[in-house]
């Protein structure tokens, strides 16, 4: 029952029906797009955007309160101060980093390969979630997670190769690339280090992040901890 809402969000699940005074991130702490743009918020050092927990697991995402301002029941969702709401993490990334140049594209290249990834995130890179992680750490179910791991094998294999060849998932730059696909892989940690010993590159890539970019370290340590925290893994 992962109904641990702390760490990384500050509030309760329940959102006011009036226009908040700040613009307001509705997320849980497993949530790997909650996490991506949590993330960002902690790299970017922006303090302005309240962070509320949605009961994700405890049907939080599926109340009156909540499906008025999100009618899919999607978690994240992100509020705006004039009371403009959306869901999709990619859009909250792009609103939250509008004037940020440390994380947008340089060259012409870099932007294809950036619009090019986002299409294969939501496509493929999402997989690793429900193919592999939730068949092993929610459903128990070993076979599903063997099969899930089998699929999504050729796309850890291609950029194992990518992060072998830069330093980042687009290119020598961080970008909101970086922010998405982080979340989805880093949590196959939690089914063993076994996992994603053949990957090398990744693994690499993963130190770069601890040591070299804001906020990493904590969000993903926050995720752990959740999950230990719940008894979901050891």
């Not at 969000?9 to 908040?20: E, K, S």
């Not at 063993?192 to 340590?221: H, Q």
Request: aromatic fraction near 12%; charged fraction near 25%; proline fraction near 6%.
């Amino acid at each position: 029952d992962l109904k641990l809402q702390f760490l990384y969000f500050i509030g309760f699940h329940l959102p006011v029906q009036n226009m908040p005074a700040t613009d307001v991130l509705y997320g849980h702490p497993v949530s790997q797009p909650a996490r991506s743009v949590q993330w960002y918020l902690d790299y970017s050092g922006n303090t302005s955007v309240e962070r509320k927990v949605v009961d994700l697991f405890g049907g939080g995402g599926k109340t009156p309160e909540y499906r008025a301002k999100f009618p899919m029941g999607q978690v994240p969702g992100f509020e705006t101060a004039d009371g403009l709401c959306f869901g999709e993490s990619y859009a909250m990334l792009r609103y939250l980093s509008k004037d940020d140049a440390s994380v947008q594209p340089e060259g012409v290249e870099a932007s294809i390969r950036l619009d090019e990834y986002i299409g294969r995130h939501y496509s493929n890179v999402r997989k690793f979630t429900m193919s592999v992680v939730v068949p092993a750490l929610l459903l128990k179910d070993e076979e599903k997670k063997n099969e899930g791991l089998a699929a999504v094998k050729p796309l850890l294999e291609l950029y194992d190769k990518e992060l072998g060849a830069h330093k980042y998932v687009v290119g020598d730059k961080l970008t909101l690339a970086d922010f998405l696909f982080t979340p989805e892989v880093d949590q196959m940690n939690a089914l063993g280090a076994e996992i994603l010993a053949p990957y090398p590159n990744i693994l690499a890539y993963f130190e770069r992040l601890t040591s070299d970019v804001k906020g990493y370290k904590e969000c993903y340590g926050g995720m752990m901890a959740t999950l230990k925290a719940a008894g979901v893994v050891a």
